[in-house]
């Protein structure tokens, strides 16, 4: 049976998971209404971070249904949840470069699809040198939890993501914001709100085991949806 970690775990990344992708479905919509591109780019990147849970949900949906975990042979779980991971920044970050430095925006862009290639190849050929899984005590009591191997190429891809969005929407953002007046301001303001939360909550989330915090992590994470809506919606 599933423990309270455990239904903790499943019952918060199944929200993150759905709530990501609603956000993600509306943003796609009103892109179209406004017709604004980085709206529809903001749309991918909440499903494709939505879709970075997918593997934990297919796991609790598993336990829930036969009161074991998925078959995980071949790391099936870790290529089902971080294979969405560099669509997700790759688009983070050409939002970043659109709004901060668009006469390098090419050559941003360039740079962060080559590493997210070089991130999918280790990710599906070499998975047991990339992702290492933390398996319950008593099958079924808990979700498998999944993280990069520290020191593998794909954990310093990842955290070259994870610093370049940090630093670069962030960080970007906010100077950016200080330098702007009116409402140029407030959006770049909410934009590098929206950045700093669901980055640090991400890390947070795939630093520690899962515990009683994960409600206020994921929840924090699932808001930063409203900061980039109000950053991009005018």
Avoid at 201 to 210: E, I, R, S, Y
Avoid at 223 to 230: D, I, K, M
């Amino acid at each position: 049976m599933l423990s309270f970690v455990g239904w903790l775990s499943g019952i918060t990344s199944t929200g993150v998971f759905i709530i990501s992708c609603i956000f993600g479905l509306f943003f796609i919509y009103k892109s179209r209404k406004i017709k604004s591109n980085l709206l529809l780019y903001l749309g991918l990147i909440y499903i494709f971070a939505g879709l970075v849970y997918l593997g934990d949900v297919l796991d609790f949906m598993t336990i829930l249904l036969t009161g074991r975990n998925i078959d995980n042979s071949g790391g099936i779980i870790g290529i089902i949840n971080w294979m969405w991971f560099p669509g997700a920044v790759v688009l983070a970050i050409y939002i970043g470069a659109e709004l901060i430095v668009p006469e390098k925006k090419k050559y941003i862009l360039c740079v962060s699809i080559a590493l997210g290639v070089l991130f999918e190849i280790f990710l599906f050929l070499d998975t047991a040198g990339s992702v290492t899984f933390v398996y319950p005590s008593s099958p079924g009591e808990d979700l498998i939890n999944d993280n990069l191997v520290i020191g593998s190429i794909a954990f310093i891809i990842a955290a070259i993501f994870l610093i370049s969005v940090l630093v670069f929407l962030g960080i970007g953002f906010l100077i950016m914001g200080f330098k702007a007046t009116g409402d140029i301001r407030r959006n770049f303001f909410f934009l590098s709100a929206g950045a700093l939360i669901y980055t640090i909550g991400g890390v947070l989330d795939g630093l520690f085991p899962p515990g009683i915090y994960l409600i206020f992590v994921r929840a924090a994470m699932i808001s930063s949806a409203l900061f980039f809506y109000e950053g991009l919606k005018e």
